[in-house]
């Protein structure tokens, strides 16, 4: 299903289904009267009538490719933005950081904003991150630092691919309200 989806959503197929459905109109017409069925075949066979189609369809792919392109640097630019944000405010959980708190909560709404671009991996490694540096529970600093980790990696390796995100299996119930806790982690409410 989602495979039908990605070819029905790609440029070249929706002018490959306007060229159709351009083209039953013209069997149509030319069905519904035979008069206009003979000028057409003349305009088809015409020399004038393809120098004029072959740039037009030529521009309207390359103005679906365009769209799609842009569409994806759009949505990369976001991503990256988002990304620098969450790793800066990283620091805030590193011991000893000054102004640890207003990280932290920045952390949170970058993270929260991550779920409008981010595909699902990062989304669940930012949640396990955040459970390692959760005040309610007790985790070794190896495993805060393998859960840092891994959201780092899963950041990088989904900048490199410049893939969109098109699909989710995340749910309501997969949302985190998450606050601040005065002293110094986070802590889930």
Same mark, same amino acid.
Request: charged share 25%; hydrophobic share 45%.
């Given at each position: 299903m989602n495979k039908l989806r990605k070819i029905l959503a790609s440029p070249i197929t929706i002018a490959a289904m306007i060229g159709f459905l351009v083209l039953c109109l013209l069997c149509l017409f030319c069905w519904v009267w035979p008069d206009f069925s !003979? %000028?057409?075949? +003349? *305009? *088809?066979?015409?020399? +004038? @009538?393809?120098?004029?189609? *072959?740039? /037009?369809?030529?521009a309207v792919v390359a103005w679906f490719v365009n769209e799609w392109r842009k569409r994806v640097a759009d949505q990369y630019l976001h991503k990256e933005?988002?990304?620098?944000e969450l790793i800066r405010a990283l620091r805030g959980f590193y011991e000893g950081t000054a102004n640890?708190? +207003? /990280?932290k909560l920045e952390f949170l709404n970058q993270f929260n904003i991550s779920w409008l671009y981010c595909p699902d991996d990062i989304i669940q490694k930012g949640y396990a991150f955040l459970e390692t540096v959760d005040t309610t529970h007790t985790a070794s600093s190896n495993k805060k630092d393998i859960a @840092?980790?891994? #959201? &780092? &990696?899963a950041i990088r390796?989904?900048? #490199?691919s410049r893939s969109l995100v !098109? %699909? %989710?299996? #995340?749910?309501?119930?997969? @949302?985190r309200h998450l606050t601040v806790k005065k002293q110094q982690d986070s802590k889930l409410n």
């Open positions: !003979r %000028t057409v075949k +003349e *305009i *088809i066979s015409s020399v +004038e @009538f393809w120098k004029f189609v *072959i740039p /037009l369809a030529g933005a988002n990304y620098k640890a708190d +207003e /990280l @840092f980790g891994n #959201l &780092v &990696v390796k989904d900048l #490199l !098109r %699909t %989710t299996q #995340l749910s309501a119930k997969d @949302f």
